[in-house]
């Protein structure tokens, strides 16, 4: 069989400058290797190659107007990475710093985490290098509309069910699916994270941060502790930051910080959950960076840092991608940090995993940690198919249901492949156990 070097070599011939792309598919690997040395049909059959493959890759010119008539010209795209669980499904990103590679890293991922969540949904990614920021509402709704002129010709309920992430929430939702209904005539299951009143979850919004904390628990539980009490690092102060907050507070823990691409904001008694509330209306209305909040709620501005160096008992990154290193990593281990959780996608670089294993701090990885909002998508593709509302407390129920047999399954899967308690490990060998046996009963195909 070939090594491991050469597989990782090849994909990055395949895909020159596509660093975050390759990482992905080098973690994961580092996991499923020994996998694939106990399985000549997976070798035989080159799963991990064709999963390092996406289905198609398109990308597309996206032309709008500002509010003063100039003509804006960006990039959209949309990654269909693998559909053999279900239709392809991921979120859309708007930010500048969105490339291929960022996509096709993104849309890796989500085919595992989805796979973790047990239900029907394969992996894919997509969004546009538009930057929001400085946006009126005028102009954010002509770059959606502009942007769904192309995208509508590529998903579909049965084909591609996009939903939200980075820069695209709840209004980009509305204003995509009316882009959708106009241009098909058809009020099908396109998009999640739609607003209730037109078929989305009334959980949806609070499920990648409420997620993440019952994950938390879970684990914790595990190793006989508790959140009450724990003081708790977050990076972010968007929809996933402010929610683990939120959550984590109701848990009875003492939210330390938030932060933004500016800096970071240290509260050292704790944020209130109304706190918390005010931020994220603060961020939601364009207030810009959180500098401007610090005195409200008593805590200091430290500009251009990020909380890592914050002693905490927990840290949760919630912003953006490799965004604590090793070097972070290693100041939160001497500052006893005993649990990290990646709320944001491989926010923690490979090398800061591997501090934290090698200290034993207990590790959340974003596929299995993050998984509460696609799940709660997945459910509220169930929900529109079968035209029906369910309210708040049974979604809350449902989630946190999930939220522990995904903890289990990731448990489970590591101890069984002797890793004890790696939830890395874990998470990437259950989901790629499942994904590669559908693989295997389709054919090479
Ligand atoms: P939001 O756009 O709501 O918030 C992103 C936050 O991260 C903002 O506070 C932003 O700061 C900050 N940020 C962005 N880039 C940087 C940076 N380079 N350095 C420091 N801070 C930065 O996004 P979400 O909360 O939805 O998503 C956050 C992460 O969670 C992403 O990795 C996303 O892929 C992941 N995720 C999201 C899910 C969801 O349901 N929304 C589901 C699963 C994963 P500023 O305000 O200054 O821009």
Redesign the pocket.
């Known amino acids: 069989m070939q090594s491991r070097d050469d597989f990782l070599n090849w994909v990055k011939d395949r895909n020159p400058q596509e660093t975050e792309f390759v990482q992905a598919v080098s973690e994961l690997s580092a996991s499923i290797w020994p996998v694939l040395e106990a399985s000549q049909d997976l070798q035989d059959q080159r799963i991990i190659e064709r999963l390092s493959e996406p289905d198609r890759a398109v990308s597309f010119r996206v032309v709008w107007t500002r509010d003063d008539g100039d003509v804006e010209i960006n990039r959209g795209y949309r990654v269909q990475f693998c559909n053999a669980l279900g239709p392809y499904k991921g ?1 859309l ?1 708007f ?1 500048p ?1 969105v490339n291929q590679s960022v996509l096709k890293f ?1 849309g890796f991922e989500q085919i595992f ?1 989805n796979a973790l969540t047990g239900l029907p949904m394969g992996g894919g990614k997509g969004g546009a290098d538009f930057d929001p ?1 400085g946006c009126n509402d005028g102009e954010i709704m002509r770059f959606c509309h502009a942007y769904m002129r192309e995208l509508h010709r590529h998903i579909g309920p049965d084909i591609d069910i996009p ?7 709840a209004r980009e939702i509305g204003y995509l699916f009316g882009a959708y209904k106009a241009m098909t005539n058809e009020f099908g299951t396109v998009l999640t ?1 739609k607003q209730p009143v037109f078929g989305g979850s009334e959980m ?2 609070e ?3 409420y997620g993440l904390v019952y994950f938390v628990s879970c684990m914790l539980g595990d190793a006989d502790m508790d959140i009450d009490g724990m003081r708790v690092c977050i ?8 929610h683990a907050a939120e959550k984590m507070i109701d848990h009875g823990a003492k939210v330390i910080t ?5 800096g970071t904001l240290v509260v050292e008694d704790g944020l209130t959950r109304e706190q918390v509330a005010d931020i994220r209306q603060h ?1 939601a209305s364009g207030g ?3 500098e401007a909040v610090a005195d409200a709620v008593s805590g200091t501005w430290h500009a251009g840092d ?1 909380p890592w160096k914050v002693a905490c008992d927990i840290a949760l990154p ?4 490799n ?1 604590l290193d090793e070097k972070a990593a290693k100041t939160l281990i001497d500052n006893g940090v005993r649990l990290v959780a990646e ?5 923690c670089t490979a090398d800061a995993i591997e501090a934290f294993r090698s200290a034993d701090i207990y590790f959340g990885p ?1 596929k299995a940690a ?5 799940a709660m ?1 997945g459910l509220e593709i169930s929900q529109n198919r079968m035209r029906m509302y369910k309210g708040r407390d049974e979604l809350a129920d449902l989630l946190k249901s999930i939220m522990h047999d995904i903890h289990d399954t990731c448990l489970n899967a590591a101890k069984d492949a002797g890793h004890g308690r790696d939830y890395a490990h874990g998470a990437n060998i259950a989901a790629f156990q499942k994904v590669s046996k559908a693989l295997m009963a389709f054919g090479a195909i």
């Open positions: 979120g990103r930010h710093s993104l985490k920021s939903a939200g992430d980075i820069g695209v929430g994270g949806r919004t499920a990648t941060g990076s972010g102060a968007g929809n996933v930051a402010t938030l932060s933004d691409s500016k961020k810009g960076s959180l990020a919630c912003a953006t991608q965004e709320g944001a996608n491989m926010p974003a993050n998984a509460g909002g696609v998508s």
